[in-house]
């Protein structure tokens, strides 16, 4: 009995390194941005045969929630546990800052989730998820938002979004620090 755990500990191991390689090749994918990596692609990445892959992910929304619990683990890490503090100046710079980093840092994840959102629901439902974990990021870090018309409190919490960040740095092509600074602009413009 103590041999047949064993084996079986080992195909789980082994099917659990797999699993590992073909999300890493996907994220590897995305990061050189191809947003929507092919299973042949992911295959080639991974250095594995297609049909392995095909086993081991049965469609790309497994594959799209795999990838999503490494990113957020990455993503929450880096602005969740984070205390605001000082003036509302210096907090609005800092949570900014912060964010850049952060969307910076998950730039090819975010424009793969935008590009892709329609097609998986498991990139709709972890968009809203972030959507809605940057909105309470948001109002704890400037709680003099909540004070504001529903108006202002709108365009604040739509200015903060990784789509608004995606729009300054791609579409408007502005830098990271000219994006910071039209934000923290715009902020204090509302707020000041």
Known sequence: ??????????????????????????????????????????????????????????????????????????????????????DIKSRIKELVVMEARTYESNLQFLRATLANKWKYKTLQKNYKRNQKNLKALLYSWLPEVKEETKATQAFLTSINSTGYWIELRENQQLSVEDACALKIQAFENALL
């Open 1 to 86: 009995m103590q041999n047949g755990k064993i084996k079986n500990d080992g195909r789980r191991l082994r099917s659990l390194n797999t699993q590992n390689a073909i999300v890493d090749a996907l994220m590897n994918l995305v990061q050189r941005g191809i947003l929507e990596p092919t299973a042949q692609q992911v295959s080639d990445e991974a250095d594995l045969g297609i049909r392995t892959v095909f086993r081991q992910i049965q469609d790309k929304e497994t594959l799209f929630i795999l990838m999503d619990e490494r990113v957020k683990q990455n993503y929450a890490g880096d602005m969740m546990n984070t205390t605001p503090c000082g």
